[in-house]
């Protein structure tokens, strides 16, 4: 083994969505792996000596609408599993939603004919309740995961399951917000892989949940949305959002359907 398959093993670990203190430490490790074998007399060098691994992007770009485009394809739509996860990403994007967020969500909170949702804003105490505009794509989307969800929980002990919870597993229970982050890892992964970026880009360039909503807010910008428009929508807790909250939810879901991609 030499200084390079020590590095590409650091560099595999960084696709795999790793974390750099969790890189740190294995790499700690096989440094204390070669450095026994040294003593030992069973190898004359210590090849991960000299290996570092490299930290990720601090400003990281966001995702560009087309990429946003390639990642809603990439669930599969006639299964459970590929309807739900697909919708979970239109909902994070499209209404640029928190993990915490789109985890609360119930049935209830869902207004399809009018392409709206009720969201339990924790960031802005002063208007716990908020309108987040759905486009037509996340609309869909829904439709079609309800339809699957529905399919799934016919035959499950309604004791058994959260009845009222949006999204669910296949057993019927409410997701957990490390299975959404895996989920939005996995994807994010298969896009950077299609792209090539995986040779060239960390894995914390596009990391989590967050990322789609970090896009939602730049998109929504590049199109020409005020900020008040854009505190609002995301639910942010600022001067802006308490102005904003005050216009009408039919007014705020008329301009979020002219700026936002996918709208």
């Known amino acids: 083994m030499e200084a390079e398959h020590v590095k590409a093993f650091c560099e595999h670990l960084a696709v795999e969505g790793r974390q750099p203190r969790t890189i740190t430490r294995k790499l700690a490790a096989i440094r ?13 060098d210590n090849p991960a000596l000299g290996v ?12 560009t609408p087309q990429q946003i485009r390639s990642l809603l394809q990439l669930p599969e739509r006639d299964s459970f599993t590929g309807a739900r996860n697909r919708a979970i990403l239109e909902l994070l994007y499209g209404a640029g939603l928190r993990l915490d967020e789109l985890l609360a969500l119930n049935l209830s909170h869902l207004d399809l004919a009018g392409e709206r949702l009720q969201v339990q804003r924790q960031s802005t105490p002063d208007t716990p309740s908020s309108v987040a505009p759905l486009g ?3 609309t869909a989307a829904l439709r079609d995961y309800l339809l699957q969800r529905a399919e799934v929980l016919v035959d499950r002990e309604m004791t058994q399951v959260d009845a009222g919870a949006l ?3 296949a057993r019927g229970r409410r997701l957990r917000p490390r299975t959404v982050q895996r989920i939005v890892e996995r994807y994010l992964r298969v896009l950077d892989r299609s792209e090539g970026g995986w040779k060239h880009e960390r894995a914390r360039r596009r990391h989590g949940p967050g990322t789609l909503r970090a896009a939602c807010e730049r998109h929504l910008v590049d199109a020409g949305a005020d900020a008040g428009l854009v505190a609002a ?14 216009v009408d939810s039919e007014d705020l879901v008329a301009r979020y359907r002219k700026a936002h991609p996918r709208a």
């Open 32 to 44: 204390s792996l070669f450095r026994f074998l040294q003593c030992a007399g069973v190898r004359p």
């Open 233 to 246: 929508l995301l639910g942010r807790r600022s001067v802006r959002v308490a102005v904003a909250a005050t």
């Open 167 to 169: 999204f669910v597993s």
């Open 52 to 63: 570092r691994p490299e930290e990720p992007a601090s400003d990281p770009a966001p995702l």
């Open 136 to 138: 037509a794509p996340g």
